[in-house]
Each structure stands twice: as C-alpha cells, then as structure tokens.
C-alpha cells in the first residue's frame, strides 16, 4: 500500500513568493489534514478536510494561506506571499475517517524562505 | 502555558537500557493518548495508542496514561540503535483534533 506522498519534498524561494505544495493521501482515506512543523515542534494543524470539505480550518492564516481539496483526493496548500517566518515543514496526513486517532503521515515538505 | 508539556532531551542512552519518555497535559477533557516516532527527514508514524487511563504494551514499548496527574509515560526496553528518533506525544478529547508535543530526540548508542 503507497503511504501519503508530497511533493515537492523541498522548496527554497525568495520572500513575497508564492508557493505551493502537493499532497496525495492512502487511497480510501477521507480525512486529510495539513500540518506545520517547526524546528524542534511538534506539528501544529493548519486544515482538515473531510472529503472536499474543509471541516476545522481555524488554524490556517488565511490572509496568505489558501488550501484546497477537489474531488475530495488530492489536496494542495499554498502561501502568497511567502514570509521569512513561513520556513517550516509541512506535513501532510491521512485518515480513513473522521474521527480516527491513526494518522499517516507523508514525509513533508521543507520550504525555506529566504 | 501549553497544554502539552515534553521535555526536548536530548536523550542519550546505551543500547539495552529501558528508556522512559513522559508528558504532561494541562486539559482534562484528553481522553486519547498516542506516542508517535519520528525519524530525521520523515513524517511521524503512529506508534502507540491508549483510550483514558491504564497500560498498554506491544513488544518492547509500554505506555502509560495517569489521568489524575495528568502525566503520560512511553517506556521502551532492550533499546536499539533503530530506536534512536524523535518521540511525539499527543493527546485529543475527540481524536479529530490532536495536539501533539515538542518531542524527545532519543539517541541510543551501540
């Protein structure tokens, strides 16, 4: 079974760039969920998504953070602008229901603004 | 005051040795317990799950749940040099929402 899969796994851009990352979760899983990961954090969440309804986005800076989730499958996470304190990992993660405690993580995305 | 407390370590232990990892929790209303390991450059992968109060053991890992000190504890024996990783507690009231901890970087030496 192919885990959680993202892409890309790092990114380096300039302040006031935009960027977006890429998220494919487990086949089956309804739930997926954006996390941020700071330096010697834990993850924090950003969104979930139950299908292609964002469920709990409270967390999300909407004013540059922007997320989507069409077809209820893949899933994208985007910041216009980027600032410097955006550096961070950005996890992305699946479950198979609402609910569930077991979620899978991808591996991340490193971005680096500079 | 966060409402998941974790002692960063680093951690460094001989290989064999019992390790023991704790967290403390301010909300009463965590209901789920969950330790998560994760290893440089990857995601965190579930690594143990507990519902309310009581041990749970799979192998070499116990985990503890003290809900009247609010305290949780992972314990691993025989440690390994491929147990050497970051451990994250987490905790929910409804396992929708997780909060999760600053994790422990354990290393084991050989």
């Known amino acids: 079974e192919a885990g959680v899969v993202q892409s890309p796994r790092y990114k380096i851009i300039e302040k006031k760039q935009p960027v977006a990352f890429w998220c494919n979760p487990i086949s089956g899983h309804n739930t997926l969920y954006w996390y941020l990961q700071n330096l010697g954090q834990g993850p924090e969440l950003l969104i979930r998504?139950?299908?292609?309804?964002?469920?709990?986005d409270s967390q999300l800076p909407k004013d540059r953070f922007s997320a989507e989730r069409l077809k209820g499958v893949d899933s994208t996470l985007k910041i216009q602008p980027a600032e410097l304190g955006d550096s961070a990992v950005y996890l992305c993660?699946?479950?198979?229901?609402?609910?569930?405690?077991?979620?899978?993580f991808g591996p991340g995305t490193r971005l680096t603004v500079t | 005051q966060k409402e998941v407390e974790q002692d960063p370590g680093p951690l460094s232990v001989p290989e064999g040795a019992i390790v023991s990892l704790n967290c403390t929790y301010s909300?009463?209303?965590?209901?789920?317990f969950m330790w998560y390991r994760q290893y440089s450059r990857k995601g965190p992968e579930l690594l143990m799950y507990?519902?309310?109060?009581g041990n749970k053991e799979d192998g070499r890992f116990t985990a503890q749940v003290d809900k009247s000190s609010k305290y949780i504890s992972l314990f691993i024996r025989d440690s390994q040099p491929s147990d050497s990783a970051t451990y994250l507690c987490?905790?929910?009231?409804?396992?929708?929402?997780?909060?999760f901890g600053s994790g422990t970087r354990l290393s084991i030496r050989p």
């Open positions: 909300n009463s209303a965590f209901q789920y």
């Open positions: 507990t519902y309310s109060s």
């Open positions: 987490a905790m929910s009231s409804s396992a929708s929402k997780i909060i």
């Open positions: 998504y139950e299908n292609e309804e964002a469920v709990d």
């Open positions: 993660a699946s479950s198979l229901q609402s609910g569930s405690y077991e979620q899978y």
